[in-house]
């Protein structure tokens, strides 16, 4: 046999071999459990969602045995302190929130930000 006739066979073989590993896998490559990667909830942990009028919504985590609470918005977080001996009142600077048996508000200065905003089922996140 020549020496091309080699070559030809051996870089025939190789590329038969180089496609057959472009076909579909038919074994799981994912070692991490059986459905893939899962996407993590972006809800702060320890905290309780409030849904309100117009969409709005926040978070809030009491803290330091109710004597402080943390409000969690989409754009900052702030540590509101309780207001006297209310355990409904909480605020800082011109930021009141206030939590009523059924619904809360905030109010920023002059400005109702949220407004009839309800506790979330816990299975609804």
């Known amino acids: 046999m020549e020496p091309n006739y080699l070559r030809r066979v051996a870089a ?14 038919k074994m799981k490559v994912w070692p991490f459990g059986d459905s893939g990667p899962r996407e993590r ?8 969602e409030y849904q309100c009028a117009a ?11 109710g004597t402080a609470a943390w409000l969690i918005l989409p754009e900052r ?3 509101l302190e309780r207001i006297g001996e209310s355990a409904t009142r ?7 929130l206030e939590l009523g048996i059924d619904a809360a508000s905030l109010t ?3 400005t109702i930000s949220h407004v009839n ?3 979330a089922e816990s299975g609804s996140r």
Not at 12 to 25: D, F, N, P, R, V
Not at 90 to 96: D, H, I, M, R, T
Request: positive net charge; hydrophobic residues 40%.
């Open 117 to 119: 905003c309800k506790a």
């Open 77 to 79: 977080e702030v540590r």
């Open 55 to 65: 969409g709005k919504r926040f978070h809030l985590r009491m803290i330091d045995g």
């Open 90 to 96: 909480y605020g800082k600077g011109a930021l009141l």
């Open 12 to 25: 025939l073989l190789m590329t038969s071999a180089l496609l057959a590993g472009c076909g579909e896998m």
């Open 41 to 48: 909830s972006r809800d702060p942990s320890n905290a309780t």
């Open 108 to 110: 920023d200065g002059a």
